[in-house]
């Protein structure tokens, strides 16, 4: 397979059918990786037909679970495998550290084998009781058919599994779709889905642009279901071109996360020290580009003063550089443009009021990194102190390594503030009292509520959020669920005349 070839439809790995080409770029250094296949309208209806023809006509759908299931694992394996091979390009392609890469490849892992076991282990189907021993009522759960899967450029391969393993698990066919600016990963990943043996046609990839790529995909009127990671404005632009086919519909559009500390939780040394670790972590890790990311510190104003001091030191050592560079704690934005997006977000928040603690500019040439600011995407991690709702730092999705800080006197207020944002991801709270960290949790309008930490997730869990967070849900039993339909099979026993009419 060369470079270019990173279109596989039907079996086969092939170019663009225009020619077109795209450079993949380092943002490290703004160099170029590598040059894929950039696709196009005709490339995408090619994989929807090969996909429609694999779930209509070819085996998958009909193989049986315990085969769909040791394929599963099979990749699991492969994925092992070639662990420091896919940690590699991941971090390449998308500027993380090694071990973030790492541990993606570890999660990946984990999803496949979570959707074998899962559906090898679930029951044949759902009896119903009719009420009558003549009647045997049945609720069996098929796949959807073809899924179209588009995914963002944050976590390329972990998102792709999301989508990829359930999807398949439940017998479906698909097309995905990775970020243009991040799609080495998955082109890696569907090479071993086919060495694992998936058959021709189940598995199709485009690499593109979201238009047309990602759009024909939305509204293509033999795709069954779509399912799109990303932004709220291209979330509610898929949400509108699949409903003239009247599609299933699956979004997951990021958040605005608070990370509320009371006061309690910063009682002892070790305390303090582990909840303003964690807020670090909530806020900086991947450089903030994270959906769940705790980029909204909302703390008892009693502490304020002591943790942010604190905070904003910490941030201000973390190191940045080359994410396979040893000792790199933070790696570079992904491109450009996220580059200038975050810095316009500082700007905004500093003409609204808000008070720099830390960071807030690209960093400093160095002795060691002469060359980091101008040629890297490199922006230092950033607190800014004396937030309110009212600032755009606040209500918006940064997606880049920004802190604001908010602060409360009760508890009321702090539930108040973590609920005013129109998502509804993710949220934390820290309290040394157990009976107020849940009672408060409770009350959290946010898919995931983390008490006393910070970002981890099962995949025997639910993933997804409340309002404009998105529609449906990732991981666990619903996440299986997205890709099947259920059929209520109706069996009359003893059927006989019903005499409705008399003649």
Not at 173 to 185: D, R, W
Request: with cysteine; glycine share 10%.
């Amino acid at each position: 397979m060369s470079a270019v070839e990173t279109i596989h439809v039907d079996g086969v790995w092939r170019g663009a059918s225009s020619g077109a080409q795209r450079e993949v770029l380092d943002p490290a250094d703004a160099t170029v990786l590598t040059v894929v296949a950039e696709g196009g309208a005709e490339d995408t209806d090619a994989a929807v037909a090969a996909a429609r023809r694999a779930f209509d006509a070819g085996p998958w759908p009909r193989t049986p679970v315990a085969e769909r299931a040791d394929l599963l694992r099979r990749v699991a394996g492969l994925l092992q495998r070639d662990r420091e091979a896919i940690a590699l390009t991941e971090s390449r392609d998308t500027g993380k550290t090694l071990e973030e890469g790492r541990i993606d490849v570890d999660d990946v892992t984990n999803a496949f084998r979570y959707f074998a076991d899962l559906v090898v282990n679930e029951a044949g189907g759902r009896v119903v009781d009719a009420g009558s021993p003549d009647v045997h009522s049945v609720v069996v759960y098929e796949p959807v058919g073809v899924c179209a899967l588009i995914t963002p450029w944050n976590y390329p391969l972990l998102q792709a599994s999301w989508k990829i393993a359930p999807a398949l698990a439940a017998g479906n066919t698909f097309v995905i779709k990775p970020s243009e600016i991040t799609p080495l990963s998955t082109v890696h990943l569907l090479r071993l889905l086919v060495e694992a043996g998936l058959p021709a046609g189940v598995a199709n990839l485009v690499t593109g642009a979201g238009d047309p790529v990602g759009a024909r995909l939305a509204d293509h009127p033999d795709v069954d279901l779509v399912s799109f990671t990303g932004g709220l404005a291209s979330g509610t632009k898929v949400m509108a071109a699949a409903a003239p086919s009247v599609k299933k519909v699956a979004l997951e559009l990021g958040g605005k996360n608070p990370n509320v500390v009371f006061a309690d939780a910063c009682a002892t040394p070790e305390g303090f020290d582990t909840a303003v670790d964690q807020a670090l972590n909530a806020a900086f890790i991947h450089s903030g580009q994270v959906c769940s990311a705790g980029s909204r510190l909302i703390v008892e104003e009693s502490v304020r003063e002591r943790f942010v001091a604190e905070l904003a030191r910490r941030a201000e050592r973390i190191t940045l550089g080359r994410g396979t560079e040893s000792g790199v704690e933070c790696g570079p934005l992904v491109s450009a443009q996220q580059l200038a997006k975050t810095a316009a977000y500082v700007e905004s928040a500093l003409a609204e009021g808000a008070l720099l603690r830390c960071g807030g500019a690209r960093p400093e040439p160095s002795e060691a990194n002469p060359e980091r600011p101008a040629s890297g995407y490199f922006y230092l991690p950033t607190v800014l102190d004396g937030c309110h709702r009212e600032m755009r730092v606040v209500r918006e999705e940064t997606f880049g390594p920004i802190l604001t800080v908010e602060t409360f006197r009760t508890e009321d207020e702090a539930v108040a503030l973590a609920n005013d944002t129109e998502y509804g991801l993710a949220g934390a709270v820290w309290s040394a009292d157990t009976a107020r960290a849940r009672r408060v949790a409770g009350r959290l309008r946010h898919g995931t509520v983390w008490i006393n930490d910070y970002h981890p997730y099962l995949p025997q869990a639910e993933w997804g959020g409340f309002g404009k967070s998105g529609v449906g849900r990732e991981l666990g039993p619903s996440g299986l669920a997205e890709y099947r339909e259920a059929k209520h099979v109706y069996e009359n026993l003893r059927p006989r005349p019903v005499r409705w009419f008399a003649g």
